[in-house]
């Protein structure tokens, strides 16, 4: 199935848009063998803020409730009680949302940035691979999972208010101490009817869900660490050979000398 753009509330980057994603060695080859993406579940991230709803937009919500324009989902409340309750169970639902949803995540960048080296190949030494969101979309195309994409806004969820009023606002949205990352974000709802009954304990990999792709279609580039020992640069030329990815392998400008190892 194609990635569905079926929501307004989705920023859509631009078909041309180069995203990379730096990975360990570990990862790739997991890429490679399952012939698929991990997407991992929102509530076991790091970053507790993901999937919540700014705190700014509690008096919000509670104005709304009070208002003729409060939520048609519940039952009319006839107390300040009752209106705050209703806000808290909304934000509990929000919370109980967090492990149906799935996201894998890329960057955009034309750049290589040192930092998402750091951060995620091992200090670098790893790899990053190099696509576009056309050729994003187009390796999950016969994919049977619904899946969505969407750049990340970035905001400070002290002061500012999120837009609101989608359950999809939430997974589109960081803290701003985050945004050196520009995130592109796939993500999949595993139980879109909502009834919190999915089992994760029963699955072999509790953390997400791998979600099969177009290895050749998704990759256009790879780019090896800038301190990635020899040995491995020859493991990963050697890996790529096993699984026929017959793509541009080149070493990371921030190595010197800047050179390819492309046959």
Known sequence: ?????????????????VLVK????????????????????LDILED??????????????????ASSNRPKTFNSPTSKEQIINNVNNYFEFEEKLKSLT?????????NESA??????????????????????????QYSSEI???????????????????????????KQNAYHYEEE??????????????YNWSKEKVKEGRNIKVDIDELINEIVIG??????????????????KLNKEISLSKLTLPIESFSD
């Open 226 to 243: 800038p301190f990635t020992p020899i040995w491995i640069i020859d493991l990963i030329k050697d890996i790529c050979l096993k699984y």
């Open 22 to 41: 730096y990975l360990d060695l570990i990862k790739f080859i997991s890429l490679l063998n399952n012939q698929a993406l991990f997407f991992c579940r």
């Open 184 to 197: 592109v974000r796939l993500f999949h709802e595993i139980d879109s009817d909502f009834n919190f009954t």
């Open 48 to 65: 507790k803020f993901e999937g919540t709803t700014a705190r700014k937009n509690r008096q919000l919500r509670i104005n709304s409730w």
């Open 102 to 110: 799935l996201i894998n995540c890329w960057n955009k960048s034309n």
């Open 147 to 173: 899946i969505r994409i969407s750049e990340v806004n970035y905001i400070d969820y002290e002061r500012e208010e999120m837009l609101d009023g989608n359950t999809m606002f939430p997974i589109i949205h």
């Open 115 to 140: 930092a998402l080296w750091k951060i995620y190949s091992d200090n670098g030494k790893g790899i990053m691979i190099k696509t576009t969101v056309e050729s994003l979309m187009k390796s999950l």
């Open 1 to 17: 199935m194609p990635i569905v753009d079926d929501n307004p509330t989705l920023i859509k980057p631009k078909s041309k848009q």
